[in-house]
């Protein structure tokens, strides 16, 4: 026979939860017994989505731990994560319920020691040494007295006061400083925007733009230097136009900025050395250099004054240069008369033969072509000029056509513009007779206001209130009881008038125990 009310097997004590309460409790005990940790481990996956969370793997040989480090929590590290290297990670350790696993929130992210720091500085030395920015080629001289220093670094510290200091002693030179973070998150970001700024200002502009430019910083840990290794820096010192020196640490510290600038100093101090000269040496090689020159000019010249005297030495007396040439005209002059009358004679001859053959005809003859070659250049020059005459009279006739239009142009412009200067004088003299009435309207209700306001502040409104003015003898005011009651006589000024009273025969007495009077009444 079959029971049908058979009873349901009995269940053990355990309490029935819900997947969220298991999830919640799993969370709390997770959370209380993990509230910070330090993990050791090599960083596996690295994912950066675009909301700026920062997600990845802590793994070693054994095990994998998911990793998550919220947006704020990334912009306060000093080195992001990577993939391969070994780091210490600290945070808290939580459940995630969506996927039923647990993961560490991380706060702060250190390297595992010094090694694995240093090998990822010489993985980053690498590439960008591969990209050329550290080529010696294209480091650029610097200027040997630059006009202008601007300076990168912090206003804190005494690098800048030694900077300065130094500057000061060797040369004085025009410094800009552009104040910057120089250890943590901000400084790599701070360290190349300024070093673009600077590079930014046009030359002639409202401010200076340096001939040089000097990033300094302390001495410090590698951690603490390590802003000046990162890529952003590493770029920008690169690609500055201006001469770049860079002075990160103490000698033995060296960062990636030292590879990509101009010149590498090994302290601030030296930096500044490097830029400028010593005034005074500088001041001493001119005068040495200035005597050497000296020197050189006055031995130069004792040397050609020499040289000359020797040559003159060398040179035949004057006299005898002179004497052969004295003789040679001596003995011309002599000749000189009987060639004359030889050739005058000479000349005479010729002469008395060509007026032997000169006849009448021939000068008749020549007159006769010079005449007709004198008629024919007259006529040549009438034709020229009746023909310039004409020209000159067309020439006259067009410019007077183009003459009137142009004219007409002239007077229409003047009389435009003077019809133009009548509309603005018109303008101007309604606008001059409606100033000052706008002026006195103005005036008039200013004076308004301030006498309403005097009545508002006067005591007369005061005394509408319910208040009374309380004057002695002498026409003071009465402002305490003690000299209302010394005074003889009251005058008591209301709204609608005065009254008069005696002070002493109105001042009531009270015993010590009486209560004090209404303070309503004035008496």
């Known amino acids: 026979m079959i029971d049908l009310f058979e009873e349901e097997p009995p269940r053990g004590n355990a309490p029935e939860l819900s997947v969220s309460e298991l999830s919640g409790a799993v969370k709390r005990v997770l959370e209380g017994e993990f509230a910070r940790v330090r993990v050791r481990g090599e960083v596996g996956r690295v994912s950066r989505p675009s909301s700026g969370h920062l997600y990845f793997d802590l793994k070693d040989a054994n095990a994998v731990l998911a990793a998550v480090s919220w947006k704020g929590q990334v912009a306060k590290m000093q080195m992001r994560p990577e993939e391969g290297m070994e780091i210490i990670a600290t945070g808290r350790l939580t459940t995630f319920p969506g996927q039923s696993k647990y993961q560490l929130i991380v706060d702060d992210v250190a390297p595992a020691g010094l090694g694995a720091l240093m090998m990822m500085l010489e993985k980053r030395k690498k590439a960008l040494a591969a990209e050329g920015l550290f080529d010696p080629a294209r480091k650029k001289p610097t200027p040997a007295l630059p006009g202008v220093i601007g300076v990168v670094t912090s206003l804190s510290g005494a690098v800048i006061r030694d900077i300065l200091h130094r500057l000061r002693d060797r040369f004085p030179r025009h410094v800009l400083i552009w104040p910057v973070v120089v250890q943590g998150e901000k400084c790599a970001p701070e360290v190349a925007a300024a070093i673009r700024g600077f590079n930014a200002l046009q030359p002639g502009g409202p401010v200076p733009r340096p001939d040089l430019i000097i990033v300094a910083r302390g001495g410090g840990s590698l951690e603490d230097l390590w802003g000046f290794n990162e890529e952003v820096v590493v770029r920008a010192a690169a690609a500055s136009e201006i001469p770049l020196i860079s002075a990160v640490g103490h000698e033995t ?271």
Request: charged share 30%.
């Open 253 to 523: 510290d060296t960062t990636l900025i030292d590879y990509a600038a101009d010149r590498r100093a090994p302290t601030p101090t030296a930096a500044a050395e490097m830029a400028v000269p010593v005034r005074f040496e500088l001041m001493s090689h001119l005068d040495t250099m200035g005597a050497r020159l000296s020197r050189g000019v006055t031995l130069a010249l004792s040397q050609r004054r020499q040289r000359a005297l020797d040559l003159a030495r060398a040179l035949p007396r004057p006299e005898g240069l002179v004497q052969p040439a004295r003789q040679r005209f001596d003995l011309w002059a002599d000749r000189l008369p009987q060639a004359l009358s030889l050739g005058v004679a000479r000349r005479r001859s010729r002469l008395a033969e060509l007026a032997a053959s000169v006849r009448p005809m021939a000068l008749v003859r020549l007159t006769a072509t010079a005449r007709e070659r004198l008629a024919e250049r007259d006529h040549r020059l009438s034709g020229a000029l009746t023909r310039r005459s004409g020209e000159a009279r067309l020439r006259l006739s067009t410019l007077s056509e183009r003459l009137a239009p142009a004219l007409e142009r002239l007077l229409a412009d003047e009389a435009r513009r003077t019809v133009e200067a009548q509309s603005r004088l018109t303008a101007l003299s309604a606008r001059l007779e409606a100033a000052p009435l706008r002026q006195i309207a103005r005036l008039t209700e200013q004076l308004e206001a301030r006498d309403r306001l005097r009545q508002t502040l006067g005591h007369r409104e005061t005394l509408l209130r319910g208040y009374a003015v309380v004057r002695g003898e002498d026409g003071h005011v009465v402002t305490s009881r003690a000299a209302a009651e010394k005074a003889g006589a009251l005058d008591l000024e209301f709204a609608d008038g005065h009254i008069s009273a005696g002070a002493k025969a109105a001042a009531p007495k009270r015993s010590p125990k009486s209560p004090p009077p209404d303070q309503g009444s004035l008496f």
